[in-house]
């Protein structure tokens, strides 16, 4: 049972343009969200979190927007760079904090061209 | 702070062999957990230990097990392997008290099983 979903394996995108990496839960108890950004040979670091009292959630380049009701959400990057180029996981703790089991997406894998 | 290490970086071992990998949480963290990544899958959650307590458990057998030392650095063991245990393992560090804070990862120990 994949309670976390990422539909897209892959995304291409202009540099300068914006990326649109998309995600969606089935499991309506989840209410903490997490992107993850994971470059080859590295372990995944943390990107940006969504509380579910909230809808959207900024830092910087990237916003990260959560819909309840329709159980989805979505990172934007913008403007995007060529060093945004990476896997990006969406995950959700089963409980609790953070701190927790994660559950993960597949992961989209984003490349951004010059 | 050097951040959360892992060690090996790579392996190589025969099915029905074991192996022990090992894990040193970032600084000041008290909680690591351990995941199996696939390729083009997510990682998945295996179990987490706290106060040398596993603490929770994901949907793995008993083939896996692990150990929490009292400077909070942990092992993860797997006896009898199979081909299917080829994958990243990675490790992640938190405090159990930020319940919003992000699990920090290490780079992964990349095990392949021949």
């Known amino acids: 049972d994949q309670q976390v979903k990422q539909n897209s394996p892959s995304l291409s995108v202009q540099e300068g343009r914006i990326s649109i990496l998309n995600c969606d839960y089935t499991n309506s108890m989840f209410d903490y969200f997490l992107w993850y950004k994971k470059y080859p040979a590295e372990g995944p670091t943390f990107l940006i979190s969504i509380s579910s009292i909230k809808d959207k959630n900024e830092d910087g380049r990237f916003t990260v927007f959560l819909n309840k009701s329709a159980k989805h959400l979505s990172l934007h990057i913008v403007p995007s760079q060529p060093g945004d180029s990476a896997v990006y996981f969406c995950?959700?703790?089963?409980?609790?904090?953070?701190?927790?089991?994660?559950?993960f997406g597949t992961g989209t894998l984003l490349a951004v061209q010059p | 702070d050097a951040g959360v290490t892992q060690s090996p970086t790579h392996l190589i071992k025969t099915r029905g062999q074991q192996v022990t990998l090992r894990c040193s949480p970032k600084s000041g963290h008290d909680t690591v957990s351990w995941y199996q990544q696939a390729l083009g899958q997510g990682p998945q959650f295996i179990f987490q230990y706290y106060e040398e307590e596993e603490r929770q458990r994901g949907n793995f057998p008993d083939r896996f097990s692990g150990h929490q030392f009292p400077n909070y650095s942990s092992e993860l063991n797997v006896n009898a392997l199979l081909l299917g245990d080829s994958a990243l393992y990675l490790c992640?560090?938190?405090?159990?008290?930020?319940?919003?804070?992000?699990?920090?990862f290490g780079q992964g120990t990349r095990l392949t099983v021949v």
């Open positions: 995950a959700s703790p089963t409980k609790g904090g953070a701190t927790n089991k994660l559950i």
């Open positions: 992640a560090s938190s405090r159990l008290d930020r319940v919003h804070g992000e699990a920090f």
